[in-house]
C-alpha cells in the first residue's frame, strides 16, 4: 500500500510542477505580446509622422542623443535632440520631403530598425532608422538617410 501512495504523491508534485510551469509560460508570453504591441503602436506612430513629412513629430520620439547621418555628409554621433530636429526639419524643407513608404521592420532584442523610402517629387531618399527600448517605449537612436 505504501508504493502506490508514494506513486500517488510523486505524480501530483509533477501534475503541479507542470501547472506551475503553464502559468509562468503564459505570463511571460503574455509580457513578450504585450511589449511587441507597444512597439508596433509606437514605430506605426512614427510612421505617420513620417508619412505627413512632419519632422517635430519623429523627433518627438528622439533619444537624448542620437547618431545621424545626412545624405553625402558624414555621420554625426551624439548629437542633442533639439540639434538632430532642426537638422531633420531642414532636410525635409530643403528636400520637400512628402511622405514615406515603409520597406521593413525587424526587432533584435531591445534593438528595433526601420527601413522606408521617404518620397518627394523627383526620386526620394532610403531611411533607415534603429530605436532601443528605454524604460517602457522605444526611441530613436539612429537616423541614416542617403
Do not use: W
Not at 518627394?120 to 532610403?126: A, D
Request: aromatic share 10%; charged share 25%.
Amino acid at each position: 500500500m505504501i508504493p502506490k501512495f508514494g506513486m500517488f504523491l510523486g505524480n501530483m508534485i509533477d501534475v503541479s510542477k507542470i501547472k506551475y510551469m503553464k502559468s509562468v509560460f503564459l505570463l511571460i508570453s503574455l509580457t513578450f505580446m504585450l511589449t511587441s504591441f507597444s512597439a508596433m503602436a509606437q514605430t506605426e506612430e512614427i510612421v505617420g509622422s513620417l508619412k505627413s513629412a512632419n519632422a517635430e513629430k519623429v523627433a518627438s520620439h528622439f533619444d537624448d542623443f542620437i547618431d545621424m547621418k545626412l545624405l553625402e555628409k558624414d555621420e554625426i554621433k551624439n548629437m542633442g535632440k533639439s540639434q538632430a530636429t532642426i537638422l531633420l526639419k531642414k532636410f525635409f524643407t530643403d528636400n520637400r520631403i512628402q511622405g514615406f513608404e515603409k520597406i521593413s521592420e525587424r526587432a533584435i532584442g531591445t534593438t528595433r530598425y526601420m527601413t522606408g523610402k521617404l518620397l518627394n517629387p523627383e526620386k526620394g531618399y532610403n531611411i533607415t532608422i534603429m530605436f532601443k527600448q528605454k524604460e517602457t517605449e522605444y526611441q530613436i537612436v539612429t537616423i541614416r538617410i542617403n
